[in-house]
C-alpha cells in the first residue's frame, strides 16, 4: 500500500489538513504516507480523547475516524464533535462491515464509510472529492462571516467565536479574556463629515485591532461603533496590556474628515473567564460595564483638564 502511494496523481490541489484517529499504529503509518505524497498536511491521534482535543485547537479540515477504539470509540468522538461550533467533516475508517455499523456511522454524520482494508486510490479520490467540496464551502462561509466594511468577524461570527472558545477554556481549565471597545465620536463625525469620514473612523481602529491581536485572537466589529476581541489562553495581567498597546495603536491611526487628519480613540471594557462570569452573556455584560466606566472616567478627566485650561 504505501508503494502505491507513490503511484497517485498530487490530487490536492487547494492545501487541507487531516486529522488520521487509530488505535493501530500501523494504519496511521501508511495512511499518513500515502496523504502527505499526494500533498495533504497530516495529524495523528491513537484515541479519541487525543483527536478532541487536536480538532479543538487546531483547524482539521478532515477526519479519518476509526469506529473501534479503547476508552473513546468513534461514534462517541462523533457525538462530541457534532456539539461542536464548526466541526471538520468526517469519514469512518474500520475494520468492521456490517449494514448498522455503516448506517450508525452515516446517520452520525458522516460524510462516507470505508471498511478496511482499503484500495489507495478509493480512498485518496474519495477525500479529495471530499476536501474540495469543504474548500468550496469555507470561502462561501468566510465571506458570510465577515464585516464587509472592515474584514473582522461580524456579530454573528463574534457570537459563535465566543462559545467555541468558552466551551474550550471550561473544558481544559484556560483563562480567556474579552475585551469590548466602542469609538468616541462616530456620530459626531458622521454629523459634521459624512458617513464616508465616519466609515474611514471605523476603519482606521480596526486597522489597529487587526495589526495588535496575534494569531489566535479573534477581533469583530458587532455593531455600529461596537467592536470586540477574544483573546484565548490570556490571563487578566495579559489582557490589561494588550489593551494598553491597542489604545496606543488605535490613537496612531488617523483619518480625515473635512479636510483635517484625525485619530481615532476608543473606550475599552475587559471581562475575564472564569473570574467575571462563565457564560458569554455574563462576560459581555461585565465588559460593557467595564467599558463605560472608562468613558465616564474619560469624560471627568477631559472636563477636569478644561477646568484648568
Same mark, same amino acid.
Given at each position: 500500500m504505501v508503494n502505491a502511494a507513490m503511484n497517485l496523481p498530487k490530487m490536492n490541489e487547494g492545501g487541507g489538513?487531516? %486529522? +488520521? +484517529?487509530? /488505535? /493501530?499504529? /500501523?494504519?496511521?503509518? +501508511? %495512511?499518513?504516507i500515502l496523504l502527505k505524497a499526494v500533498g495533504y498536511q497530516v495529524d495523528i491521534a491513537e484515541d479519541g480523547d487525543i483527536a478532541l482535543e487536536i480538532i479543538e485547537r487546531d483547524d482539521i479540515d478532515l477526519v479519518l475516524l476509526d469506529v473501534t477504539m479503547p476508552r473513546l470509540g468513534g461514534f462517541e468522538v462523533m457525538e462530541r464533535m457534532n456539539a461542536m461550533d464548526d466541526p471538520p467533516v468526517v469519514i469512518f475508517l474500520t475494520a468492521q462491515g456490517a449494514r448498522d455499523d455503516r448506517l450508525q456511522g452515516l446517520f452520525s454524520g458522516a460524510i462516507n464509510y470505508i471498511t478496511k482494508p482499503f484500495e489507495p486510490a478509493e480512498l485518496v479520490a474519495q477525500i479529495s472529492s471530499v476536501m474540495k467540496q469543504r474548500m468550496r464551502l469555507e470561502k462561501a462561509q468566510k465571506v458570510s462571516r465577515r464585516d464587509a466594511l472592515t474584514g473582522l468577524w461580524n456579530r454573528l461570527a463574534f457570537d459563535q467565536g465566543l462559545a467555541t472558545e468558552l466551551a474550550r477554556s471550561s473544558r481544559y481549565h484556560h483563562a480567556m479574556a474579552l475585551a469590548m471597545l466602542d469609538a468616541d465620536g462616530l456620530k459626531m463625525v458622521n454629523d459634521t463629515h459624512g458617513h464616508a469620514a465616519g466609515d474611514d473612523l471605523i476603519k482606521a481602529i480596526s486597522r489597529a485591532i487587526i495589526a495588535t491581536c496575534r494569531g489566535t485572537d479573534r477581533g469583530a466589529r458587532i455593531g455600529g461603533d461596537e467592536f470586540a +476581541?477574544? %483573546?484565548? $489562553?490570556? $490571563?487578566?495581567e495579559a489582557a490589561t496590556r494588550f489593551l494598553e498597546r491597542l489604545s496606543v495603536a488605535i490613537e496612531a491611526e488617523s483619518f480625515l474628515a473635512g479636510g483635517m487628519t484625525l485619530n481615532p480613540a476608543c473606550s475599552m471594557g475587559l471581562a475575564l473567564f472564569p473570574d467575571d462570569g462563565r457564560d458569554a452573556e455574563a462576560l459581555k455584560q461585565h465588559a460593557d460595564a467595564a467599558l463605560y466606566q472608562h468613558k465616564r472616567d474619560r469624560r471627568k478627566e477631559r472636563t477636569a483638564m478644561q477646568g484648568r485650561s
Open positions: 489538513r487531516i %486529522l +488520521v +484517529v487509530d /488505535d /493501530d499504529p /500501523d494504519i496511521r503509518k +501508511v %495512511l499518513t +476581541v477574544i %483573546l484565548p $489562553e490570556t $490571563e487578566r
